[in-house]
């Protein structure tokens, strides 16, 4: 696998709460350069990053993050305004709590609400799975796909713990047919990424991985 094969699944992403324009600006001429599934960014640079880049660089933003406190329709009209300042991509946090009261209902309600919210585009829905039982986990994979996600995503990477093979392998076991994998958080080395590819992971949710392979393009990692 070349270089760019793994970074053609790559969600470039800057999330840090200090994140300047400089630095997001950074971040999209290596998406541009490097062609990277997209650039994961906070909302509030949404708007300028599409003004700036156009189609030149796919835009992701999360909402409800990153604890997924917010509202129902607190999460759906910020789906709405980033879909509107130029967002492709929604990848939204589940409310835990929700998932921990057993009320799945509510979560398969809120994903659906989301994905009638967002039409088209990308929903990427957010599990934390640090904070989930192996039993919460399926339980949470079954309502993702009832509810009509495109994607699947471990984690926030600002939670106790990012991805985990363990958890994509359960994943995939538990989801519905056409709902991809995205695993987030963690994940630094070359050989995380091709393990997660080969595990069935569509997205990888990192922010190393430019650096890691830019000098490998075009070659076999």
Known sequence: MKGSEILAHVDHTLLSPTASWKEIRALCEEAKTYRTASVCIPASYVGRVHGEYGGAVNIC?????????????????????????????????????????????????????????????????????????EDEKIAVCLAVTEGGADYIKTSTGFGTAGATHEDVLLMREHVGRGVLIKAAGGIRTTEDMKQYLAEGCDRLGCSAAVKLLKDKYDIEV
Request: glycine share 6%.
């Open 61 to 133: 933003t999360v909402i409800g993050f990153p604890l997924g406190h917010d509202t129902r329709d607190t999460k759906i009209f910020a789906a709405r305004k980033a879909i509107s300042d130029g967002a492709s991509e929604i990848d939204c946090v589940i409310n835990i709590g929700d998932v921990k009261n057993g009320d799945l209902a509510r979560v398969r309600q809120e994903i659906a609400a989301l994905k009638d919210a967002v039409k088209d585009k990308i929903l990427k829905i957010i599990v934390e799975t640090c904070y989930l039982t």
